[in-house]
């Protein structure tokens, strides 16, 4: 069964009072929330994770900053906030100097990612390399891989040819704004899959409340929304 996990997001960047609109979630059977480097100040996004862990709820911050140094302070940060995972940035060796004795769970970006928002470029079998390469690190537990923010690539067969090369759980990030999307990902064998900002703009099935959406994006995934 593929993963949801909702970021709490828009344009690649947190959203305004995440806090606040994470409360709206609450019994929502979510497992999975996550938020960007951008957007938000530290304090925030612990106060979030503090809200999440006491529900159960795992959290990801993903990094989409564009620079190394802004990069390695977001990893820096991520033990100050408390995450279980941190997603994104493409430095992975620098960051996991950072990260050393960490116990987030680490999915760097696969393949060449550029700009803000984030942007993937290069051929299928050139990601596949990149993410054989980057799962080989000591430290890096899985991808976090741009499967729809490739220009020109056929997304089932990236997603497909990432997740044979990789040794651990992929997820796809960004640009996933539908059912059929979501279902082609899980059958090209993603563990996860986010969703911010689709959510937030009201394209999803349950619309327009953010809550409405999540318990249907959840119940399409697992049956159990509510």
Do not use: N
């Amino acid at each position: 069964m593929i993963q949801f996990v909702f970021m709490l997001t828009h344009q690649d960047r947190t959203v305004d009072q995440p806090l606040a609109i994470y409360q709206e979630l609450r019994g929502s059977c979510l497992r999975y929330v996550g938020f960007k480097d951008i957007g938000a100040s530290v304090s925030e996004l612990r106060e979030v994770c503090a809200a999440a862990h006491a529900d159960g709820v795992e959290v990801m911050l993903e990094v989409v900053s564009t620079t190394l140094a802004e990069e390695l302070r977001s990893a820096a940060s991520a033990a100050e906030i408390g995450v279980d995972w941190l997603l994104g940035g493409t430095h992975p060796r620098d960051v996991l100097g950072v990260l050393d004795g960490s116990p987030a769970r680490y999915c760097p970006f696969p393949g060449t990612v550029v700009g803000h928002p984030s942007v993937l470029h290069g051929g299928i079998d050139e990601i596949a390399q990149s993410a054989r390469a980057i799962t080989a690190l000591p430290g890096v537990h899985g991808l976090d891989l741009l499967a729809y923010r490739h220009p020109t690539a056929d997304v089932a067969a990236l997603t497909r040819a990432v997740v044979a090369a990789a040794s651990g759980p992929v997820i796809a990030a960004g640009s996933v704004a539908s059912v059929a999307q979501i279902r082609a990902l899980d059958e090209a064998g993603a563990w996860g899959f986010t969703i911010g900002s689709a959510i937030f703009e009201g394209r999803l099935p349950g619309g327009p409340s953010v809550s409405g959406q999540v318990r249907e994006v959840l119940r399409a995934v697992t049956g159990r929304g509510r």
